[in-house]
């Protein structure tokens, strides 16, 4: 058994992608999902996808950063899109009331579009979310029964945010932010109940360097993701092993 990186910044100019993927294979990553954020990398994550279908998988989604962006003629393009190999979720889509680069009634309408074609889709959600959590829950709420599974991608929060998305029926993704013995407290408490069947792994590379894996490097990699599967397996006092083979499995499951 491989590790699964479930979140990949790979349309950053820092993230080459045949470097990437050389570099995380050698380090014991076979799979990788691509984030897609703006209509603008759609077809780069197709291109990527075609060029390593046996490592790669990829989201179709607006980021509410880019939900000032986004038109109605995007939503049909999704739609064609999404009949594709390699797309696994709607997403990366939610709510970012911290930065507001998009307005906030913008990124509201942008966000439900997207849980609806979702449902349409018969897709899983891949959820953003940054001091808006209230807002996100209660847009979140009358799609609950409809949804086919998501993932509470970078979860940060506390253990009652942690509940309430559980019980949504989401998977929770947990990055190098709970290396950060400061930063991550609150992550670190609310990992420990997280129910191993719920776990997901990935590095939202290049963003969150594991802040305990020396060297220190300036970006974040798939490579690094085995040193967050170390943090979590002690976390959970489970072994390396058993949060490699479950958080493989659980992506597995969710991306179908």
Same mark, same amino acid.
């Given at each position: 058994?491989?590790?699964?990186?479930?979140?990949?910044?790979?349309?950053?100019?820092?993230?080459?992608?045949?470097?990437?993927?050389?570099?995380?294979?050698?380090?014991?990553?076979?799979?990788?999902?691509?984030?897609?954020?703006?209509?603008?990398?759609?077809?780069?994550?197709?291109?990527?996808?075609?060029?390593? %279908?046996?490592?790669?998988?990829?989201?179709?989604?607006?980021?509410?950063?880019?939900?000032?962006?986004?038109?109605?003629?995007?939503?049909?393009?999704?739609?064609?899109?999404?009949?594709?190999?390699?797309?696994?979720?709607?997403?990366?889509?939610?709510?970012?009331?911290?930065?507001?680069?998009? %307005?906030?009634?913008?990124?509201?309408?942008?966000?439900?579009?997207?849980?609806?074609? =979702?449902?349409?889709?018969?897709?899983?959600?891949?959820?953003?979310?940054?001091?808006?959590?209230?807002?996100?829950? =209660?847009?979140?709420?009358?799609?609950?029964?409809?949804?086919?599974?998501?993932?509470?991608?970078?979860?940060?929060?506390?253990?009652?945010?942690?509940?309430?998305?559980?019980?949504?029926?989401?998977?929770?993704?947990?990055?190098?932010?709970?290396?950060?013995?400061?930063?991550?407290?609150?992550?670190?408490?609310?990992?420990?109940?997280?129910?191993?069947?719920?776990?997901?792994?990935?590095?939202?590379?290049?963003?969150?360097?594991?802040?305990?894996?020396?060297?220190?490097?300036?970006?974040?990699?798939?490579?690094?993701?085995?040193?967050?599967?170390?943090?979590? =397996?002690?976390?959970?006092?489970?072994?390396?092993?058993?949060?490699? #083979?479950?958080?493989?499995? #659980?992506?597995?499951?969710?991306?179908?």
């Amino acid at each position: 058994m491989t590790w699964f990186d479930a979140g990949v910044n790979m349309f950053d100019a820092r993230m080459p992608v045949e470097q990437t993927i050389e570099n995380a294979l050698a380090a014991g990553v076979s799979r990788l999902c691509l984030i897609t954020t703006h209509p603008n990398e759609w077809q780069q994550a197709e291109d990527y996808y075609q060029q390593y %279908p046996e490592q790669l998988c990829y989201t179709l989604g607006v980021h509410p950063h880019n939900a000032k962006d986004a038109r109605p003629e995007h939503w049909q393009e999704l739609r064609e899109r999404a009949k594709q190999p390699g797309v696994v979720a709607v997403g990366e889509c939610g709510l970012d009331f911290n930065r507001d680069f998009s %307005p906030r009634d913008v990124q509201r309408a942008v966000f439900a579009e997207q849980l609806a074609l =979702a449902v349409e889709l018969n897709k899983p959600v891949y959820l953003h979310e940054r001091d808006a959590f209230t807002e996100q829950l =209660a847009i979140l709420e009358p799609f609950k029964s409809k949804l086919a599974g998501g993932i509470a991608h970078c979860f940060t929060g506390t253990p009652e945010e942690m509940r309430a998305y559980l019980a949504l029926g989401l998977y929770i993704g947990i990055t190098g932010w709970v290396c950060d013995a400061k930063r991550g407290e609150s992550l670190r408490e609310a990992l420990s109940e997280l129910p191993p069947e719920r776990l997901i792994l990935e590095t939202d590379a290049p963003y969150l360097y594991p802040k305990d894996r020396k060297p220190r490097q300036r970006n974040n990699a798939p490579a690094c993701l085995p040193h967050i599967g170390q943090t979590v =397996a002690q976390i959970k006092t489970l072994s390396v092993e058993q949060v490699q #083979n479950i958080s493989f499995n #659980n992506a597995k499951q969710l991306f179908g």
